[in-house]
């Protein structure tokens, strides 16, 4: 794992085929790991040889399975692919996986938008430096994957649309409502299920 800085990232993806991933974070989490996994298998086969992804920190715990572990798999079942982490210095101490090729810290975060999403109209954090890499380079983002996710997810596939990125949307169900406490149920409506994305699958 080598440390980048975002000139050179922009440089070493300029001749990459670049997608992203996205969705359940830990608050939400996946409901039914079988089916997720059947769907990143059809994904990898989707990928050609020497592209990146771009991954934003979440952790990779198969216990509490969310979107950071889908990189940990990603990985195990397409070593071929790079892996590029984009995360705020903030969390520099929590390290960096051992799935990850490059990783681009950066202070532009706020303690109003500390992740990422849309914060008083403009992408902020993590969002922000995707969206300006998606400008930057030649061909931009050539696809983004997105598991369900809550509200930042929501706000990431608006700006896809509104830049043009083609996405993937797979409507998985979440495993909490949420709060990472509350388990979500068979009685619970497909919504609910799905979560705030849901609206986007249609």
């Given amino acids: 794992m080598s440390e980048i800085s975002f000139t050179k990232l922009v440089k070493y993806l300029k001749s990459k085929k670049v997608y992203m991933m996205i969705g359940n974070g830990t608050k939400n989490q996946f ?82 938008c500390t992740w990422g999403g849309i ?9 922000k430096k995707w969206v300006t890499l998606n400008k930057r380079l030649p061909n931009g983002i050539s696809m983004i994957f997105v598991f369900g996710g809550g509200p930042i997810t929501l706000d990431e596939m608006k700006l896809a649309e509104k830049h043009s990125i083609p996405v993937f949307y797979i409507p998985v169900e979440r495993k909490f409502m949420g709060d990472k406490k509350t388990k979500v149920t068979n009685n619970h409506s497909e919504s609910d299920r799905i979560g705030v994305t849901f609206v986007r699958k249609k």
């Fill in 119 to 127: 914060h008083k109209g403009k992408p902020c954090s993590n969002t």
């Fill in 31 to 112: 409901r039914d790991m079988r089916k997720v996994k059947k769907y990143l298998r059809e994904i990898t086969k989707l990928i050609p040889q020497q592209s990146v992804f771009l991954y934003f920190g979440d952790s990779a715990n198969k216990k509490n399975p969310d979107v950071g572990y889908l990189f940990e798999l990603l990985h195990k079942l397409r070593p071929d692919v790079e892996i590029v982490m984009i995360q705020i210095n903030k969390a520099k101490s929590w390290g960096v996986p051992q799935f990850v090729d490059k990783v681009y810290w950066h202070g532009d975060f706020s303690k109003a």
